[in-house]
């Protein structure tokens, strides 16, 4: 889990490193996604100053699975 804190601490200084999510896309927030881990994903969006982790996602779970609770 320490990797996923120092990840997301990265994504706060530079939000923009991460990638828009596909699976996300017609979504109203734009949601993008960092690759902590090769199984961990952040799901997160950028609101004025502040990022926003939506989403800690282990990506051997189904696709779907990503948008439920977002």
């Not at 120092?6 to 017609?26: D, S």
């Not at 961990?40 to 609101?47: A, E, R």
């Amino acid at each position: 889990m320490r990797e996923v804190e120092q990840e997301a601490i990265r994504l706060e200084e530079f939000p923009h490193l991460g990638k828009p999510e596909p699976l996300l896309a017609h979504r109203r927030k734009a949601y993008c996604s960092w690759v902590v881990t090769p199984k961990t994903k952040l799901i997160y969006y950028v609101s004025g100053q502040q990022l926003v982790i939506a989403n800690i996602w282990d990506v051997r779970q189904e696709p779907k699975t990503m948008t439920k609770g977002l």
